[in-house]
């Protein structure tokens, strides 16, 4: 089962190296990894999605990660009230006739248009992953000539309890 693990680490040189190098030595497959400043200069969050037998192998990665030294704080958001986006540009083969064509597949994706040449044009979509996946599919036919996609980027929704968001926790845009 795919699970998505957050930990907030200190922003120090080698700290990537020795966390990937924890989830080789335990046999755990990273399906897509980010790492970002935080709001503190001196801390840096990494967003894990990862794909886990059961439930016992998601504790003793929390577990694990936690015991490292750089490591503030390690949550496994996957049944928690989030937020979770990705990033894909996709290169489509592209002439003059089919471009007003993909320009009406891809616009219900919210995603947009950011280059065009002769052969080919340029989509950057934003959203969760199966959002891209569905949208890859349906431009497939086109000709697809390059994907790069960022991987899973997320974390909790804040409180609704003081926090002002109580009108407005109904429904997000992907």
Do not use: C, H, W
Request: proline residues 3%; positive net charge.
């Amino acid at each position: 089962m795919k699970r998505i693990v957050t930990a907030t680490v200190n922003n120090q040189p080698g700290v990537l190296n020795r966390i990937t190098g924890l989830f080789t030595r335990r046999d755990y497959n990273i399906e897509s990894i980010t790492v970002g400043v935080t709001e503190n200069p001196s801390i840096s969050r990494m967003t894990f999605v990862v794909n886990v037998d059961d439930e016992t192998k998601t504790e003793q990665l929390t577990k694990q990660l936690n015991k490292q030294i750089d490591v503030i704080k390690v949550q496994d958001i996957t049944d928690l009230p989030k937020i979770e986006r990705e990033l894909a540009l996709i290169k489509v083969v592209s002439n003059p006739q089919t471009r007003s064509e993909l320009a009406g597949i891809i616009d219900p994706f919210r995603a947009s248009i950011v280059d065009v040449s002769r052969d080919s044009l340029v989509v950057q979509v934003t959203g969760d992953s199966q959002k891209i996946e569905a949208l890859i599919e349906l431009i497939r036919p086109y000709g697809i000539k390059e994907i790069a996609r960022t991987g899973t980027t997320a974390f909790t929704r804040g409180s609704k309890k003081g926090s002002g968001q109580e009108k407005s926790q109904g429904t997000y845009a992907n």
